[in-house]
Structure formats: C-alpha cells, structure tokens
C-alpha cells in the first residue's frame, strides 16, 4: 500500500527557519516525483513545485521559487520542504503528492499545518 | 486569480446531475491532460479523474470528466449527500513550466 506521512504541526515566528517532511512508502521512490502543495486558511490549492527523487532535479512555480526549498532523501525515501525565514503569509496546511499518470497525484499525504506567529 | 476558471459554487438535490467547467487555455487544458480532484471537509485532496475521462479504481462511475479544446468539465450524476466537497480541476501549464489548479468549486447538496 502506498503510503505518504507526513511530519506533525509547527507553530513557529517570523524569520525562523522550518523543515518539513514527507516519508513515503509501497513504491519504489525514485520513480516518481513528488509535489508540494499549499492551501492557505479558507483557499485553494497552489502547486508550489516538485523534485525527481531519482536525480534531486526540482522546478518551482514562479510563485514560490526562492522562498522555499523542496530536496529528496533517497535512502529513506523522505522528500522535504524548507524554508530559510518564515512569514506570516506561510501560514497555511501544507502537502505532499506522489505523480502518478498523466501528471496527476495519486496519493496525497495527511498535511502539515505550519502556523508563523509573532 | 487563477489560471484556470472555475465557477465557485455548484448545487443540487439527491440524484440530480451537476456539471462543473474549467476553462483554461492553450497552454494548459488544451494541449495537457485535465485531472479533477475532490476534497472533503477536512481531509486531504483525493484524485478523482485522471487524463480527462479517467477514473482511479475505487471512484464511483457517477463521476465523470470530459474535455473540449480550452475547456474540461466535470459531472455527477445521482448526485448524494456524501458529494458536498471542494472539486478542483488541474492541469500542466507549459509557459508557466509547472502545475495549475482552478480556484475550487463548492459542491452543495440541497
């Protein structure tokens, strides 16, 4: 069965650092990639960007793109998410989402809720 | 603002058909596949169509997806109460190089 786990709450201040984390199992990880996800209270759902487990190749949407970091763990099947100084605009649940056909998520972890506050 | 359009709200009563649209464009819907997610109150989102028309197993048939040129849709038909959800179109967007979904539509049971 595959499976996404995703790491617990995280109520941190603006200009902390924050690592989350996604530990996958079931499939043979470096064959698909893996996204995050942002929903923001109340909001849609807004693709942040994705990594090859297989080579640690990443793209991000424009949006996110040197705000945050998404790297792979290959030897323990964990994909990650980083950010170097929070906002409270980060404040949002947060999820992980294996590739599967055509582009699409198959699987979805639980979420991260990361709440900034001063 | 979205890439692609969705309407906000959809609604309709027990075994009624709903249909939602996703309107995109050339870079996205039309030359990419469209995939619909559905998400519950509190839960993560599911898959629910994958590469315009499919369904994953498990999926009731009542859903179904189809796609035309710069637009997508999906339907439930007999519709039920455990539909109320968020339903979120999506697709490969190849000028932003990255992944877009609609804004969400509200589905209600009347």
């Known amino acids: 069965e595959v499976q996404l786990v995703q790491s617990g709450a995280e109520v941190k201040k603006p200009g902390e650092s924050l690592r989350i984390s996604c530990e996958t199992s079931?499939?043979?990880?470096?064959?698909?990639?893996i996204s995050w996800v942002r929903q923001m209270p109340g909001k849609g759902l807004e693709w942040m960007g994705r990594?090859?487990?297989?080579?640690?190749?990443?793209n991000y949407s424009p949006s996110f793109q040197g705000h945050v970091t998404i790297s792979a763990d290959n030897s323990i099947t964990t994909a990650y998410l980083q950010w170097s100084s929070l906002k409270a605009s980060d404040t949002a649940i947060y999820y992980c989402?294996?590739?599967?056909?055509?582009?699409?998520?198959?699987?979805w972890g639980q979420g991260t809720l990361v709440t900034v506050s001063s | 603002q979205s890439v692609l359009t969705q309407p906000p709200s959809a609604s309709g009563t027990p075994g009624q058909r709903v249909t939602i649209s996703c309107s995109g464009s050339?870079?996205?819907?039309?030359?990419?596949?469209v995939n619909w997610y559905q998400q519950l109150p509190g839960t993560a989102p599911k898959l629910l169509i994958y590469?315009?028309?499919e369904r994953p197993s498990g999926v009731p048939d009542r859903f179904s997806g189809s796609k035309s040129g710069t637009s997508a849709s999906l339907a439930i038909s007999g519709l039920q109460s455990e539909d109320e959800a968020d339903y979120y179109c999506?697709?490969?967007?190849?000028?932003?190089?990255?992944?877009?979904f609609g804004a969400g539509t509200k589905v209600t049971v009347l």
């Open positions: 989402a294996r590739s599967w056909i055509a582009g699409s998520y198959s699987h």
């Open positions: 079931g499939y043979i990880f470096s064959n698909s990639w």
């Open positions: 990594i090859d487990p297989s080579d640690s190749y990443t």
């Open positions: 050339s870079s996205n819907v039309e030359t990419n596949t």
């Open positions: 590469s315009n028309n």
């Open positions: 999506a697709a490969w967007d190849d000028r932003l190089n990255g992944y877009v």
